[in-house]
């Protein structure tokens, strides 16, 4: 069985959970949405119609000073064709209506949404805006001279008066049409009551700008009720963004939960097996030596070959997992922060070399030939030997254990292009296929083609050499390719590789003299320690 295989079904699980979840978001939010038209006398949810309410109180608040300048304008030129006293009543009157609405906008302001309801406040608005309107019609009927000045005036008026009423009120349909409605039908009643009106055969204008009034009345419906359509938009898109945002701070809250959760889990399971590294391993040496001692016969023979089998079983079956618990203990260890490096100066090829030599059993008796390339001169190293030891053994026993019978394995040591040295193991296996290079490089990870060939394993190995070149401040890298091959390399960095320091000249010199090549070499020898110790 392959690791891709449980890494698809918790791939298929999680997006399954997630559809469900959607699912369920979906079925809460209609739930809600038909709860409150079935609670609301209009196909609007209450909380839009509430904002609606809010922005139609806001507005008609806003336009106190351009409704003031307006009513002054026409209240100015009107006088010229109507009476002054007139004119001034109708004006008191407007601003009258005026106030009122800015009275019931600021009142409804100060309210709070519970304390709201919805139903009351909008004929209350419904009502201030028609009385606002009649208030503008009254202008429409009063007497004033026939004239075509008075008519301009009269149709210039109420198409300025329904454009404003229509854009104040377009957030309330109810209140829309109760604002323009007398505005249009006096306008259209005064221009046809005139002694002139003539419909047929020729109408005369007074009839056209009556029919242009109507005419009006109805394009102002329309963009008003496009206005409000555009308002409620507007809302519905804020309210969906308010409900994502609050959603991902939801899921964010409980990914940081359960990420801590599983953080604090993980810690307190590598720090229990970073400190039962003893008692794991007290018992299987234990296994391990008297399982050796009767499968030497030491103490005499055991007289059944079966118990010598059983034996040979007991044993590799306790160094195999001795091999497994040293792995887990490694990455647990490493994990936990309690790995320690104990650095001194190595020679990389001389380690690689000495591993070669150790594998090199394996690899015969699988028929496998191991080729040695190693750069001269190669400057020595600050590093933990056991640990680049470890990562070189483990490189070396994937390559053994993955590649055929009759294959062969590189070992190259050299130079990188940036001053550090490069341990690179390449195979001649059956490769791993792109796709699985991640999951191989995780911890437990194992691909699907080579482990058919392949001995068991726990597939930490990689996990574990990344984890101690890190440490190293090195760099891992895999490349492979199917029917060819699989090479793995790791580098040591510059700044790890040690100065090679001048020999100093030992004759012997005069007393009382100093040789100043002598200083000046024994000082650069200083440097170079010095330089060198405040890079480790």
Not at 109 to 131: N, Q, T
Not at 261 to 269: Q, R
Not at 387 to 402: C, G, I, M
Request: charged fraction near 20%.
């Amino acid at each position: 069985m392959t690791t891709a295989g449980p890494a698809s079904e918790s791939a298929v699980r999680t997006a399954t959970n997630s559809e469900r979840a959607e699912r369920r978001r979906q079925v809460t939010r209609a739930v809600k949405d038909l709860r409150e038209q079935l609670d609301s006398d209009i196909d609007v949810k209450p909380a839009f119609d509430w904002e609606l309410m809010v922005e139609h109180a806001r507005l008609r608040l806003a336009a106190t000073v351009w409704i003031s300048g307006l009513v002054a304008f026409v209240a100015l030129v009107g006088h010229l064709w109507t009476d002054e006293i007139l004119i001034g009543a109708w004006a008191f009157m407007v601003v009258a209506a005026h106030l009122a609405g800015l009275y019931f906008a600021r009142d409804f302001l100060k309210l709070e949404r519970k304390d709201v309801s919805l139903r009351v406040w909008r004929a209350r608005f419904a009502a201030i805006d028609g009385f606002f309107g009649l208030a503008w019609a009254i202008l429409f009927v009063l007497p004033s001279a026939p004239t075509i000045g008075t008519d301009v005036f009269h149709f210039s008026a109420m198409l300025i008066v329904v454009a404003v009423c229509a854009m104040l009120a377009s957030n309330l349909q109810a209140a829309l049409f109760a604002a323009t409605f007398p505005i249009t039908v006096a306008t259209a009643l005064g221009f046809l009551t005139r002694p002139d009106v003539v419909f047929l055969p020729q109408p005369s204008h007074h009839v056209v700008l009556a029919t242009m009034a109507l005419t009006t009345q109805a394009f102002f419906i329309i963009l008003g009720s496009r206005l409000y359509r555009a308002s409620l938009n507007t809302i519905e898109a804020r309210a969906e963004k308010d409900a994502l945002i609050a959603e991902l701070e939801q899921a964010n809250s409980i990914s940081d939960e359960s990420r801590r959760k599983a953080e604090e889990a993980n810690f307190a399971k590598s720090r229990f097996l970073a400190t039962m590294s003893h008692e794991l391993r007290t018992p299987l040496n234990a296994i391990l030596g008297f399982s050796e001692v009767m499968q030497n016969e030491l103490m005499g023979p055991l007289g059944n070959d079966i118990y010598k089998g059983y034996v040979a079983d007991i044993h590799d079956s306790g160094r195999h997992l001795l091999e497994l618990i040293n792995e887990i203990l490694d990455i647990s260890r490493i994990e936990a922060g309690r790995y320690t490096l104990n650095e001194e100066s190595v020679t990389l090829p001389y380690i690689v070399e000495d591993c070669a030599h150790m594998m090199g059993l394996r690899a015969r008796n699988k028929g496998l030939n191991i080729i040695e390339q190693y750069e001269e001169h190669l400057p020595k190293i600050w590093a933990d030997e056991r640990a680049v030891r470890q990562v070189t053994l483990n490189l070396l026993s994937n390559a053994v254990k993955f590649t055929p019978t009759g294959g062969t394995i590189t070992v190259k040591v050299g130079w990188t292009a940036g001053g550090g040295q490069y341990v690179s193991v390449k195979d001649t296996g059956p490769g791993i296929p792109e796709e699985e290079i991640p999951i191989v490089l995780s911890r437990f990870g194992q691909g699907s083609i080579a482990i058919k060939s392949a001995e068991q394993g726990t597939g930490l190995g990689l996990s574990i050499v990344q984890a101690l070149v890190q440490m190293h401040g090195g760099t891992f890298n895999l490349t492979s390719k199917l029917r060819e091959g699989t090479e793995v390399r790791f580098t040591v960095p510059q700044s790890r590789v040690l100065e090679v320091m001048p020999r100093i000249d030992e004759r012997p010199r005069r007393r009382g003299r100093v040789d100043i090549s002598a200083a000046g070499a024994t000082g650069s020898v200083l440097g170079s320690v010095r330089r060198q110790m405040n890079r480790t």
